[in-house]
C-alpha cells in the first residue's frame, strides 16, 4: 500500500536526546518557582495546579511517597512536586503542560532554539513534495512540539507538520493511541509509518497495523527488542 503519512517520534528521531535532557528540562525546572508564583492568579495555572494536586493526591494512595503538598495554595510544595516528578520522567499531562508553557517564554525570549538532526528538514521537504502527510506524536505537550518545530536551528518547520499529538490523546505505548491517530489524520493504518526510538512505542504502533521504524541516533538507549523492526540512522534512510 502507497505510504500516505509518517508520524514521528521527537526525543531521539527528530531531535537529540541530549537537548532535552541537557538543555529543555533544566531550563523548566529552574523556572518552575517564578512562573508558578508570577500566574498564581491565572485561571489557567489553577487548573494546572488541580490537576497536579489530583496527581499527587493518586501517588500518595499509591505509597509513592511524593513530597508533602498540604493544599494546592502553597506554591513551595507544588514546586516540589513538580520536580519530584520531572526526576521520575514522569509522562505526566499536566506536568508536560506546565513544562511546554515555560518553555514558550523561553522561546518567545531568544533563550531556547529547538534542536533537530540535520537531515530532519531535508526529509520533511521531501515528503511533503511527495504527498505525504507529517504528524507528530510526543509525550510532550502539543504546545511544547509546536514551539520546537516553529523554532528549530533550521528555521520554521512548522509548514510541514500537518498534524500533532501529545499524551491527551493517549499512551505511546497503547495501540488505541496509534487507531485514533490515523483516524484523525484520516489514513488507513497500514499506509503510515511510525517512527520512534522506543521499541515499546514501535510495538503499540505495530499493533495498530502501522508500519513501525526503530530510529538509531547518537546518545539513543540501546533496545533489546530492536531487532524486531528495521533501523533507521536518519530521517532520509526511509524505505519509499
Known amino acids: 500500500m ?39 492568579a491565572s485561571p489557567q495555572v489553577r487548573q494546572l495546579l488541580e490537576a497536579l494536586y489530583r496527581e499527587y493526591q493518586d501517588d500518595v494512595a499509591r505509597r509513592l511517597d511524593p513530597p508533602c503538598w498540604q493544599m494546592i495554595e502553597r506554591l513551595n510544595d507544588a514546586v516540589a512536586y513538580v520536580h519530584w516528578l520531572m526526576d521520575r520522567d514522569r509522562k505526566s499531562t499536566p506536568l ?7 518553555w514558550q517564554d523561553g522561546y518567545r525570549a531568544g533563550e531556547l ?7 530532519v528538514p531535508k526529509a520533511l521537504e521531501r515528503w511533503s513534495q511527495r504527498g505525504r502527510r507529517i504528524a507528530i506524536f510526543s509525550s510532550g505537550s502539543v504546545l511544547a512540539q509546536k514551539l520546537l518545530f516553529a523554532n528549530s536551528t ?29 483516524a484523525a ?56
Open 2 to 40: 502507497k505510504m500516505t503519512a509518517i508520524v514521528l517520534d521527537i526525543e531521539g528521531t527528530t531531535t537529540p536526546i541530549s537537548f532535552v535532557y541537557d538543555v529543555l528540562f533544566p531550563y523548566a525546572r529552574a523556572r518552575v518557582t517564578p512562573f508558578l508564583r508570577d500566574r498564581a
Open 96 to 102: 508536560k503542560t506546565l513544562q511546554g508553557e515555560i
Open 113 to 119: 532554539k529547538g534542536a533537530v538532526f540535520d537531515d
Open 154 to 182: 533550521a528555521g520554521d518547520l512548522t509548514g510541514f507538520i500537518s498534524a500533532y499529538f501529545d499524551t491527551t490523546l493517549g499512551s505511546k505505548t497503547e495501540s488505541e493511541s496509534y487507531r485514533r491517530i490515523a
Open 185 to 240: 489524520i484520516g489514513s488507513p493504518a497500514p499506509s503510515m509509518a511510525f517512527v520512534s526510538d522506543i521499541t515499546k512505542e514501535l510495538a503499540a504502533a505495530r499493533a495498530a497495523g502501522m508500519h513501525a521504524l526503530l530510529s538509531v541516533r547518537p546518545g539513543n538507549t540501546p533496545q533489546d527488542e530492536g531487532a524486531r523492526y528495521p533501523q533507521i540512522g536518519t530521517l532520509l534512510e526511509m524505505p519509499d
